[in-house]
């Protein structure tokens, strides 16, 4: 365990533990990991809602509020005789409490607290195969003498169209309808008409009142601190007609001394079958038969159990695929818990529903789920093969992609369109991910179409020769990739030319883009290339092969003469074919990208550029926060560079630290062999070792935020955009597979490690096409070369021959010297 003056990490137990309310921003945590998903931070705040963020949204949230979190899955307790009430998650009554605790673990958060000597305790998650939450609240009395308490639960209810449901109030004010039924109170509005689905509301003990409606249950002027029902009491029964629907139960629990009593709420989804939507047929009521059983079974203390149980090894399974063991425990706990949890959340959610995003932004990334990959193809590999099928098919013909796809059609988002020039590119590079790791070569073959168009399907492979050649039939003056409407940094915006207040920078488009070149997608391009190759030898398609290597060959010596500076790659040529990241600009000299990528792609490592490129990026870039994507920041806005130069200077891509991109310097360092100098950059913005800062760090101290402020902002340190970023998979990826080493390829398991110096050894245990490995590297000499002996048998090189069928468990030791 390890503290810090908010909570500490609780590893045996895979949970943060934080120990006060007021975190410098709210903590949250993720609820469930198949169709039904909540939001919740240390203080019960949050929203749910069912597959969709923005068009099944349950419960109604509130952004950029203040307090910043307010809104979620509150209980309130009162004592009955002197009439005190609180909230045993502090927030929204805020009272001061003792023992005040909250759990967050994996996909479970438990948050509780002892005021007046009655301890109180709400577990809350999402049963695995279930579209419900549960909340058990466990209260105990531990006084001497007998309690007579209220417990009120509260949920409000959202329109379902969570976009609408904040804008649209003069219809809104008008439709909400509930029924309570049995105990069970249930929100349909619309259900009337087009929906076929509703939220409900149950408790497990009998009721001594209930509320649906809030500004009933609230009273007028009042908010969630003090509501009218639980300063009196006694509910209202109030049944909502319009305004705003909630749900709140009311039960009465006598507690003696020492007892506790556990209550349950169950809030969840359900859907009915079109013709049979009402009960009976011609009433307006809904039918509820096909729901009761799922209530009846979780208001069950062994059910409830049984559920945690089960979800408890659901993330033993995932968890055991890769484990560590080094000297270093903030690398451990990140690798075997928090970053791949972390990576979960990517998959789950993509960049749609956080407490910086609104979930009610449209579609899931091109680029971003084709990066996401990398994190999680090794938890979820029948997932991952869905989702590149799905991303793949919405590939244009040209081989460009919608840089959107929305989750519930699978079809490309019109709206933003394509010709962000990068995004092709990743998909061969999430393509041979998944191939390494599964060794699924059949995926290639699976026929796929192009924008979703019938009759239009290929197989898989030729979508990744179309996304190559997207690139060679765009190449500009200098023979360098055009970069569209962006490449990876959506901010760099070299074709939009905006001066239009509120212009969309990634979709406004005023140059017709025949000039301005990207060094990034250069190096992309060869990385790509070099993995296509690869892939088309291993299905003798030797002609694809020759193509692959003689056009990465050309766009390498492009980009060491074009794209070049003298101690870095540069970054860009202009719409004007001015250099951007060049030592001759005024600002923006030196950009983290061309740098991490170029090297990844292995150019630059025999006449020293690469060498050259990372001593600048640690000269220029570097900072004890992080790596800042360029320097020196714009300090005005430029108009043929666009979104970057609107931010302030050291925030978000002006000059901030975005934690996406350090890891390919990471991995760039390992690629020179710098275990030493990859692993502290590492550290530096590792979640884990950065807690004992988090006062100048703020966010979560056990996920990566998208954002670390950089040198020139006031804010230095201070981390912004928690959980739904590509650092996620990059930090992955680059801790497992290029600094410890252990890395899949299409011959079998490599262990190629680049650690510091300084380490003894480690040891990773990784479950692999069916077979356990478990390898323990010891350090003999100060160098990277391996000598591997294979279940007692020396072995050349450095990939673990597969075993001979049956074999499931495999010793490996690594001799490093
Ligand atoms: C952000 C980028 C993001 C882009 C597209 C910009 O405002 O700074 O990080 O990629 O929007 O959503
Ligand atoms: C966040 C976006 O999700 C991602 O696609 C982009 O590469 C980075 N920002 C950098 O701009």
New binding site residues.
């Given amino acids: 365990m390890s503290k810090s003056s908010f909570g500490y990490f609780d590893d045996r137990r895979r949970e943060y533990c934080i120990t006060r309310p007021d975190t410098p921003l709210p903590w949250i945590n993720y609820l469930g990991c198949e169709s039904y998903f909540g939001i919740i931070s240390n203080t019960a705040g949050g929203y749910s809602f069912y597959r969709d963020a923005r068009l099944r949204r349950l419960t109604r949230y509130r952004y950029n509020n203040a307090p910043f979190d307010v809104g979620g899955r509150y209980v309130y307790l009162r004592d009955n005789e002197s009439g005190k009430f609180w909230s045993p998650s502090w927030q929204p009554t805020k009272h001061r409490m003792e023992k005040y605790s909250c759990r967050h673990g994996m996909g479970y958060t438990i948050i509780g607290s002892t005021y007046g000597k009655i301890k109180a305790e709400t577990l809350y998650f999402v049963p695995l195969g279930e579209n419900l939450e549960i909340w058990q609240v466990t209260v105990k009395n531990e006084g001497r003498k007998p309690r007579k308490l209220s417990l009120f639960s509260c949920v409000e209810f959202c329109l379902w169209d969570a976009q609408d449901d904040s804008t649209n109030f003069q219809r809104n004010f008008s439709t909400g309808q509930v029924e309570v039924d049995r105990g069970v109170i249930y929100h349909k509005t619309e259900y009337r008409e087009r929906r076929d689905h509703f939220a409900y509301f149950a408790c497990s003990e009998k009721l001594a009142g209930f509320d649906t409606q809030r500004d009933v249950f609230l009273g007028p002027y009042r908010g969630w601190e003090n509501p009218a029902a639980v300063e009196r009491g006694r509910s209202f029964d109030s049944v909502a007609h319009g305004w705003s629907p909630i749900g709140s139960h009311h039960v009465k629990l006598s507690l003696k001394p020492g007892e506790t009593r556990r209550v349950i709420f169950v809030l969840g989804y359900h859907e009915n079958p079109a013709g049979e939507k009402f009960d009976p047929p011609a009433s307006q009521t809904i039918n509820k038969q096909t729901v009761r059983p799922v209530i009846a079974r979780y208001l069950k203390g062994a059910a409830v159990d049984a559920a945690l149980e089960s979800l408890r090894l659901y993330w033993d399974r995932l968890l055991g695929i890769y484990r560590a063991t080094t000297p270093n425990p903030h690398t451990n706990r990140m690798v075997n818990i928090w970053n791949a949890y972390q990576c979960m959340a990517t998959f789950n959610m993509s ?1 749609s529903a956080s407490f910086y995003e609104s979930g009610i ?1 449209r579609g899931l ?1 091109f680029r971003d789920s084709t990066q996401d990959l990398l994190g999680f193809v090794h938890m979820v590999p029948e997932r991952a093969r869905e989702r590149v099928l799905d991303l793949a098919a919405t590939q244009l013909a040209s081989g460009g992609a919608y840089h959107q796809y929305q989750p519930l059609t699978k079809r490309g988002n019109n709206d933003i369109g394509s010709d962000f020039n990068d995004d092709p590119l990743w998909l061969i590079i999430g393509v041979a991910a998944y191939l390494k790791e599964t060794g699924d070569w059949s995926i290639l073959d699976a026929p796929v179409p192009y924008d979703n168009a019938p009759g239009s399907e290929t197989p898989l492979y030729e979508h990744l020769g179309r996304s190559l050649r997207y690139t060679l039939d765009r190449l500009g003056p200098h023979g360098l990739p055009l970069i569209g409407r962006a490449d990876w940094n ?2 760099l915006n070299l074709n939009c030319f905006s001066d239009t207040p509120g212009q969309s ?2 979709t406004t488009t005023n140059k017709d883009g025949k000039v301005a070149e990207s060094v990034f997608i250069g190096g992309q391009f060869v990385l790509a290339a070099h993995e296509l190759a690869e892939i088309a030898k291993r299905r003798g398609q030797h002609a694809d092969v020759k193509m692959c290597l003689e056009s990465a060959a050309r766009m390498e010596g492009t980009v060491l003469t074009q794209g070049w500076d003298g101690e870095w790659f540069l970054r860009a040529y202009d719409d004007s074919g001015s250099r951007v990241g060049s030592h001759e600009c005024d600002e923006g000299k030196i950009f983290i990208e061309p740098q991490g990528f170029c090297v990844m792609a292995g150019l630059g490592l025999e006449d020293g550029k690469a060498r050259k490129a990372l001593d600048s990026v640690r000269k220029i870039l570097a900072t004890k926060h992080g790596i800042m994507l360029q320097q020196p920041a714009y300090s005005k806005y430029y108009l043929n560079l666009g ?1 970057i130069s609107s ?1 302030p200077p050291g925030y ?2 002006n000059a901030g630290i975005f934690c996406h991109n350090n890891p390919w310097i990471m991995i760039a360092e390992t690629m020179l062999g710098d275990g030493g100098q990859a692993f502290d950059y590492y550290l530096r913005i590792n979640p884990s070792a950065r807690e004992s800062i988090g006062v100048v760090h703020r966010c979560e101290p056990y996920v990566y935020a ?1 954002m670390i402020a950089g040198k020139d902002a006031p804010t230095h340190g201070e981390a912004k955009n928690s959980w739904l970023t590509g650092t996620a998979a990059w930090n992955f990826y680059a801790i497992t597979q290029s600094i410890l080493g252990v890395r899949p390829t299409y011959d079998g398991l490599m262990v190629a490690p680049v650690v510091p110096p300084a380490w003894k050894g480690f040891t990773v245990s990784r479950a692999y096409q069916g077979v356990r490995y478990d390898i323990m590297v010891t350090r003999k000499g100060k160098g990277n070369s391996v000598r591997l002996t294979v279940d007692g048998r020396p072995v050349d090189g450095n990939v673990i021959p597969r075993p001979e069928a049956g074999v499931t468990d495999v010793a490996v030791q690594v001799v490093l010297s």
């Fill in positions: 960049r932004g990334g959506d901010c920078f990634q979104e931010y978000k891509e998208q």
